[in-house]
């Protein structure tokens, strides 16, 4: 167990500009931080640990929170409660048991280069390994995030997602604690297996929506080759204004939209960074199904920036010599995002096709914000999806998220250091990120995606601004189908300190989440 202000601290990569903002003005009437008064943190060493842990506490008023890397931007499982009245968590405190997952980090590789991870892997670890291995997966930039969490709620992978997929397409088989304390080993169906349908569904919705099924406490995933990874790097373009910097990314989204977007089969990918400062930052991967030049491919970025006079001030497009230079390129810039606390809201918007005029004019003049001078360690992230990762999107057995249906992506990561902005700042940015999502609703019936990946939306906005389910599953079938996976295998919703709890909150009650004690079992 574990004094939870510290393990707060130590666990917690950012806070949610939301609970910020709630907290500072009810602290003084609550006066215990993010924790009831009952939540225990635990550090279980293995699966049947965690399995006798869930079936030996008394299931009453006793919900289940997970924790990997703890970089959830909504503090989902490190502030197992919310503060926000109207939120769709509401403003209930649980007695909460905190899994704290850092001792089960193990690794393993098998001469057929599959990798199983222990539940409390990171990023850094994992590609690490792949390094080593001579291999490569889709995995995001993030260093110290969580290999389960970013599995389960379907994370992406800019950099390599359209070559190699997303990560959650590469798992081969998974190991589950449920919410009574029974361990099943899942694997992906085979033509000639012969499996019991409810492990079948319970593995696919694991592969998207997991965070809300139960306790996952190991992930076995195929690696590809690293040759898949030819070469890749960044140009830098001073754009120093706002007008600038709108003016240069409208040529350099063309680019996009016209060079990047339509090859198949894809062989490039393209991200674009835009800082607090108007820096722009467009980092171009290219795959091994790439046959031209990556210099000369490039060309027209470095056009428009002489039409927009726009320095460039480092050009680096074929600096990356390995998967693992890119994958790990960012890491330092990333350790560096520090606060006092750092505060963080995170958002995002895109298309299940080449985005139209109208989205990108949003995009330059809306999500775009007064925001990222206020908040100096925020970014807008726009990149290319698709290919590989979007395979068998319009398959009804595709993975339960919808980033399998996207294409084009941007985010909006909204950070700052607490200590050094004025608190009616503060309030001015939650805000203005508020309303820009608001906005970016009313766009939904043009094609624009919002707040459709589970691993990019804060779920303690006010209820008003959630993403619709459907768009966050990947579709209605998709949304039924994880809501009734859920309550079969959660039939109490012990597991309620996720990205998801809104949408299975209509699944149960008062009376149906709260089970009576089993005898044998003792209080928490």
């Given at each position: 167990m574990s004094d939870n202000s510290n393990w707060f601290n130590d666990r917690t990569w950012s806070i949610s500009g939301n609970k910020e903002m709630e907290f500072a003005e009810k602290e003084s009437k609550n006066g215990d931080g993010p924790f009831a008064a009952g939540t225990i943190v635990v550090f279980p060493k293995s699966t049947l640990e965690v399995s006798l842990l869930l079936s030996s506490v008394d299931h009453r008023d006793c919900a289940i929170a997970v924790v990997c890397g703890g970089h959830s931007s909504s503090n989902v499982a490190t502030w197992p409660c919310s503060l926000v009245e109207g939120s769709a968590a509401g403003d209930v405190k649980d007695r909460t048991l905190i899994l704290d997952m850092k001792h089960m980090s193990s690794i393993i590789v098998n001469e057929k280069r599959v990798v199983t991870v222990g539940g409390g892997t990171l990023l850094r670890q994992l590609a690490e390994t792949c390094a080593r291995e001579n291999c490569a997966l889709p995995i995001g930039t993030g260093p110290t995030v969580g290999v389960a969490g970013y599995v389960l709620n379907g994370g992406i992978s800019g950099y390599f997602g359209r070559r190699l997929g997303m990560l959650g397409q590469r798992v081969t088989g998974l190991e589950i604690v449920l919410a009574n304390g029974d361990i099943k080993t899942l694997s992906s169906p085979c033509p000639d297996s012969v499996r019991k349908e409810d492990d079948v569904d319970l593995f696919r919705a694991c592969l998207g929506a997991g965070s809300a099924m139960g306790v996952v406490t190991s992930l076995t995933l195929t690696m590809d080759d690293d040759s898949s990874f030819r070469t890749g790097g960044s140009i830098v373009f001073a754009c120093s204004t706002k007008s600038v910097a709108k003016a240069f990314l409208a040529k350099a989204l063309t680019f996009m939209k016209v060079s990047i977007m339509p090859l198949s089969p894809p062989s490039t990918s393209m991200e674009i960074v835009i800082t607090h400062d108007f820096t722009v930052i467009c980092t171009l991967m290219y795959y091994d199904t790439f046959a031209g030049d990556p210099e000369t491919f490039a060309e027209p970025l470095r056009q428009a920036a002489v039409e927009c006079d726009v320095p460039i001030v480092a050009d680096g497009l074929s600096s990356h010599k390995s998967w693992f230079s890119a994958a790990s390129s960012l890491w330092g810039v990333i350790d560096r995002?520090?606060?006092?606390?750092?505060?963080?809201?995170?958002?995002?918007?895109?298309?299940?096709?080449?985005?139209?005029?109208?989205?990108?004019?949003?995009?330059?003049?809306?999500?775009?914000?007064?925001?990222?001078?206020?908040?100096?360690?925020?970014?807008?992230?726009?990149?290319?999806?698709?290919?590989?990762?979007?395979?068998?999107?319009?398959?009804?057995?595709?993975?339960?998220?919808?980033?399998?249906?996207?294409?084009?992506?941007?985010?909006?990561?909204?950070?700052?250091?607490?200590?050094?902005?004025?608190?009616?700042?503060?309030?001015?940015?939650?805000?203005?990120?508020?309303?820009?999502?608001?906005?970016?609703?009313?766009?939904?019936?043009?094609?624009?995606?919002?707040?459709?990946?589970?691993?990019?939306?804060?779920?303690?906005?006010?209820?008003?601004?959630?993403?619709?389910?459907?768009?966050?599953?990947?579709?209605?079938?998709?949304?039924?189908?994880?809501?009734?996976?859920?309550?079969?295998?959660?039939?109490?919703?012990?597991?309620?300190?996720?990205?998801?709890?809104?949408?299975?909150?209509?699944?149960?009650?008062?009376?149906?989440?709260?089970?009576?004690?089993?005898?044998?079992?003792?209080?928490?």
């Open positions: 995002m520090k606060g006092d606390p750092l505060i963080r809201m995170d958002h995002c918007i895109g298309s299940e096709h080449i985005p139209s005029d109208e989205m990108l004019e949003f995009l330059l003049d809306r999500w775009l914000g007064n925001f990222l001078q206020k908040a100096p360690l925020s970014i807008i992230e726009i990149r290319t999806l698709g290919g590989e990762a979007s395979k068998g999107a319009n398959d009804k057995h595709h993975l339960p998220t919808g980033n399998v249906k996207c294409s084009f992506h941007a985010d909006m990561i909204v950070a700052y250091d607490a200590s050094t902005v004025a608190p009616e700042d503060k309030s001015g940015i939650l805000a203005e990120v508020h309303d820009i999502i608001a906005d970016a609703k009313k766009m939904r019936s043009g094609g624009l995606m919002v707040d459709f990946s589970g691993t990019h939306f804060q779920s303690d906005d006010p209820t008003s601004l959630l993403p619709e389910g459907d768009d966050v599953f990947g579709g209605a079938e998709n949304h039924a189908f994880v809501r009734a996976t859920k309550k079969m295998h959660d039939p109490c919703n012990r597991f309620r300190h996720h990205p998801f709890s809104s949408y299975f909150l209509g699944e149960y009650n008062r009376e149906t989440r709260v089970p009576q004690r089993s005898k044998g079992q003792r209080a928490l």
